[in-house]
Each structure stands twice: as C-alpha cells, then as structure tokens.
C-alpha cells in the first residue's frame, strides 16, 4: 500500500543508476564511484575525540543546542567567511542539512496553495520538500524573480550540481526579488568553504541581505568541510524570528541532534586547520581529474566552487554519457537528476581517495 505523502513525491533518482552501477562494477579493475558525493576521508581526530566526551551524559540534549556549540558557529562563521553581528540565539543545530532542507516548507507552515521557487537546476531535495508539504515547486532560469504567491525561495552557491558561484550582486538581486513577493529566502550555503576559481559569499553578509537579515535563512552543514556526514551535523541560522519559530516547532516534534554530536561540531567548528588540510584534499583531486576529462572530450561548465565538476561530452544526451562512463568503470550522475536542463550534463564528484581518482584518469585517456 502506497501512502498518500509518498504519492506526491518523485521516484529516488539514485534507484534508476542502478543498471549503470551493474555495468561499472563488472570493469577488471572494479568501479570508481564518482556519482554522490559521499566524504571518503578520515574524520580529525579532535572532533573523534569530542565525541566521546560526553559519551556518559544521560538526560536528553537540547533542541536548541549547547551555548558552546551555538557561539562557535558564531565563531566560525565570522572568521571563515566574514559574517559578524550574529546573535547566538539564532543559531539552531539540525540533524545534517538535508532533513532541514526536506522540512523547511512543512516547518515554516507552508501548504497547499504556496509556492517554493527553486533553481533550474539544483538539489533535488529542494523539491522533495515542497512536496511533503503540499506546496508546489516551481524552477527559475537564472536570475528570474519568483512569481507572486510564492512563500520560500531557494538560493544556493556555491551550487550543487554546477558548482556555479553568483556574485554578492547576484545574490543580492535575488534577495530583494524574494522580499518583493514576501517570500522567505533560504541560502543553502553547504559548500561556501570549496572555493577554487571564485570566491562565494554568504547570504547573510550586509553586500547581499542589505544589512537586514530579516525573512533570510542560511543553511550550513559539516559534511563536506569536515568529513561529518555519517555524524549528521548542520545547522540553521539567520533571523532570530524565524529561527524561534523552527526552534518551537522541532521542540515539539523532537527533532534534536544527539548530545555527543553537539560536542563534536563544537570542536570542528573551533578548529580551522582541519577545515583547509580537507580542501586542500579536494583541491588536489580536483588538479587531477579536471584536465583528464578534458583531454577526453569534456567540457567542464561553471565549477568553480564545491565538489562536482558539471560536465558534458560534446552535448551528448546525460545518459548516454553516464553509460560511455559506466563502460570504462566509473559511475556518475546524470544531470536530469537535478532538473530537466541538465540532460546534456552529467555531475562527477570529487569525493573518492586519491588512488580511486587516479584511476579514473587511466581509464579516461584516449
């Protein structure tokens, strides 16, 4: 039996690789999964430690997260990307970003007859979320404003999957856009610390929001800049409002992240030097892979930033390029998957060791 919520939402895209994943795994040499982008590295050993420091705390965490943890998201935010003035009440912790993203329009009341404007391509999830609260979810081109009724409008830059950077201008524009129909805007931000040919901001600098934070949310998670993705560590911040009102909420539903994860993030984000050792990781991987899909016919689009490099070889349908990839061992993503413009371009991530990586450069060159 079929619910009724799982009705309104599309099929898992992941599910339809599954006969390209078939035919990768058969290469001599095994499959190089480039298609999600899943951290491969180590987690530091600080934020190992911090985790088991309150291993033997019983009671029940808070909703709202330590004071420690909140002021050092305050603390991280001001010295990696320049924003200052926040208030540590406003900063709330979530179980990783994507399940703040999913339910961001059911936490915000949104329902039937809302909109939630997205980018043309982007996360899939975005939509997901409009989804499970009945809204309905609309695309923009870029730079296209929101169309009036819509309640929540979703930024992200440095993008996934283009790794498109937009400027404080870009940005900015967007914002007031938003702010014209009324609509919340939420930034999901989860790559800002990627940056290689361009320099992405936050949302929640005064070049972009104007000096006012208000109907502006940022999204940030430490999956990909400190290897925490089995920890599920994110969190929400921005207009202290906005941020009391999805704290009341996930108080009542009991949407909490676990205690000893608190502690964690809390070392991860007072530690910087681990956040650059990781970049540098993918900076690296990057230099490699990058001129080899080149020199295989490729071309790589935006990238700039993050840990895809949106590619297309010479505009060949997505999938047809996932399967001439899957023949050589490695598997990718098609860009369908991130919305109907994306059937020229297929996602290949960065997140894989380096051998794996260099093992996808032997199998690409003519």
């Known amino acids: 039996m079929t619910s009724g919520t799982s009705r309104r939402l599309p099929d898992f895209p992941w599910d339809s690789l599954a006969d390209h994943a078939a035919k990768a795994r058969t290469h001599p040499g095994g499959v190089v999964d480039l298609s999600i982008g899943t951290p491969v590295d180590p987690v530091p050993e600080l934020i190992r430690h911090a985790l088991g420091t309150v291993a033997d705390v019983p009671g ?40 703040l993203v999913a339910w961001l329009p059911t936490l915000l009341g949104l329902g039937p007859g809302d909109v939630v404007a997205i980018p043309a391509l982007s996360y899939p999830t975005y939509e ?57 805007v939420a930034s999901d931000e989860c790559y800002l610390a990627l940056a290689w040919d361009a320099q992405p901001v936050s949302v929640l600098l005064p070049s972009v929001n104007g000096g006012s934070v208000d109907g502006v949310l940022a999204v940030h998670s430490l999956s990909k800049s400190s290897s925490l993705a089995g920890y599920r560590a994110g969190f929400v911040t921005g207009d202290p409002a906005l941020v009391a009102s999805l704290l009341e909420v ?52 935006h990238s700039e930033a993050g840990l895809y490099l949106w590619s297309t070889r010479d505009g060949e349908n997505a999938w047809d390029t996932v399967g001439w990839l899957a023949e050589r061992g490695i598997l990718t993503a098609p860009g369908t998957f991130y919305g109907p413009t994306g059937d020229r371009h297929v996602r290949i991530a960065l997140t894989a060791t380096d051998s794996a990586i260099a093992t996808a450069t032997t199998r690409l060159t003519p």
């Open 60 to 99: 029940y965490p808070t909703t709202h997260g330590t004071p420690a943890l909140r002021e050092a998201v305050v603390g991280a935010l001001a010295r990696r990307h320049g924003v200052t003035g926040l208030d540590p009440a406003a900063v709330l912790p979530t179980i990783g970003s994507k399940e």
């Open 128 to 184: 997901v979320g409009a989804r499970l609260a009945g809204a309905t979810p609309v695309r923009l081109a870029d730079g296209e404003p929101p169309p009036p009724g819509t309640s929540l409008v979703w930024l992200n830059s440095p993008s996934n999957p283009t790794g498109r950077v937009l400027s404080d201008e870009q940005l900015a524009r967007a914002v007031a856009d938003a702010r014209a129909v009324g609509a919340v």
């Open 250 to 301: 996930r108080k009542h539903a009991g949407m909490i992240m676990p205690r000893p994860v608190q502690a964690a993030m809390t070392a991860a984000l007072n530690d910087d030097a681990h956040v650059a050792e990781q970049r540098e990781r993918y900076r690296a991987r990057r230099a490699v892979l990058l001129p080899a899909l080149t020199a295989a016919g490729f071309t790589v689009d």
